[in-house]
């Protein structure tokens, strides 16, 4: 199977940085394709950004232009590199594994105005 642990959310302003992190260990498979998902309060999860082995990446088009996706060479930790945040980035982000469908337990990202 397959564990991720996030870490990095915290409470921000409007215009600032933050990076998640998601550390990724056990099954490779499981671990090739991941992603970043997030879950606002009162609305579904929606996809915000992801990445495989192969470097192929993908970044929803509301987070477009300020958030970038990035893994370790060895692939075991994947990042989300996030700039210019609005409060409407305001949820819970979570690492998911794309084949197993596996999530992690989610880290608060809080922006206020």
């Known amino acids: 199977q397959v564990q991720l642990v996030e870490s990095g959310g915290g409470l921000v302003q409007a215009g600032d940085s933050l990076r998640l992190s998601c550390a990724a260990s056990?099954?490779?498979?499981?671990?090739?394709?991941l992603s970043w998902r997030r879950q606002a309060p009162g609305k579904e999860r929606e996809l915000v950004a992801s990445?495989?082995?192969?470097?192929?990446?993908y970044v929803a088009p509301s987070a477009k232009g300020r958030f970038t996706i990035s893994r370790t060479s060895a692939n075991n930790t994947i990042y989300l590199q996030m700039r210019n945040l609005k409060p409407e980035d305001t949820a819970v982000y979570y690492c998911?594994?794309?084949?197993?469908?596996?999530w992690g337990q989610g880290t608060q990202v809080t922006v206020s105005s």
């Open positions: 990445i495989t082995t192969g470097g192929t990446t």
């Open positions: 998911r594994s794309t084949r197993c469908a596996v």
């Open positions: 056990g099954d490779t498979n499981c671990i090739s394709a």
